[in-house]
């Protein structure tokens, strides 16, 4: 497809699991973004990557996540040692450019995951 | 301070009023300045950008940016029921995008 496309689209998980959400970005897009929105919450910002720059890793929230992008194409994040306080929609986002250009990002459905 | 602050709301308007949504920034070097839309349950899509002072209109929608005040908002004319979700302000930080909390707008038919 066209847009930007993210699997699993649910996934339920137990306390202390490593789990990997993946982001496929619209072709030719260098930016591409990880968001994380808790129910009723707006978007917290956790990494994002622009062509062959060093990932803006600022949001991370603990060191048991992380996230690469290989090829300057698909995104992996991961979680280890996951906690009920991560269940939340991830959301992922890329853009043609970086935030001073057109800045439009075209997010994916998202990946909602649930800690037990 | 919140890099970028929206009143929660919800923000109830009457079929056919004029919404106002609310927002301050924090980042004096920001540039660039957007407004998403996101419906309960959806992704954000765009709807406005705004990178110069003053006013911007897209049909109903008009974006109002001054920097001098670290404020920008949205107007929505003619407000529709089907207008009614969650509105996302997002400012640059550098060459990445930060989004406040959004403010649900409730349209009464």
């Known amino acids: 497809g066209a847009g930007v496309s993210q699997s699993p689209s649910n996934k339920v998980t137990e306390k202390g699991k490593d789990v990997e959400l993946r982001c496929d970005p619209i072709?030719?897009?260098?930016?591409l973004y990880w968001y994380r929105q808790s129910l009723g919450q707006g978007l917290e910002f956790l990494i994002y990557f622009q062509g062959n720059s060093a990932p803006d890793k600022s949001g991370l929230p603990s060191d048991r996540f992380s996230a690469e992008r290989t090829g300057g194409s698909v995104s992996t994040l991961t979680i280890q040692r996951t906690q009920q306080e991560d269940s939340a929609v991830y959301l992922c986002?890329?853009?043609?450019?970086?935030?001073?250009?057109?800045?439009?990002?075209?997010f994916g459905e998202g990946s909602r995951l649930t800690v037990l | 301070q919140k890099e970028v602050e929206q009143n929660s709301g919800p923000l109830s308007v009457p079929e056919g009023a004029i919404a106002s949504l609310n927002c301050t920034y924090s980042d004096r070097g920001s540039q660039s300045f957007f407004w998403y839309r996101q419906y309960s349950g959806k992704s954000p899509e765009l709807i406005m950008s705004i990178y110069s002072n003053g006013d911007k209109e897209d049909g109903r929608f008009t974006a109002q940016l001054n920097k001098a005040s670290q404020y920008v908002s949205l107007l929505i004319r003619d407000s529709q029921p089907s207008d009614s979700a969650t509105y996302l302000c997002?400012?640059?930080?550098?060459?990445?995008?930060?989004f406040g909390k959004g403010t649900r707008l409730h349209i009464l038919p």
């Open positions: 072709s030719g897009h260098t930016a």
């Open positions: 997002a400012v640059n930080r550098d060459d990445k995008i930060i």
């Open positions: 986002a890329s853009s043609r450019t970086g935030a001073l250009g057109t800045g439009e990002l075209f």
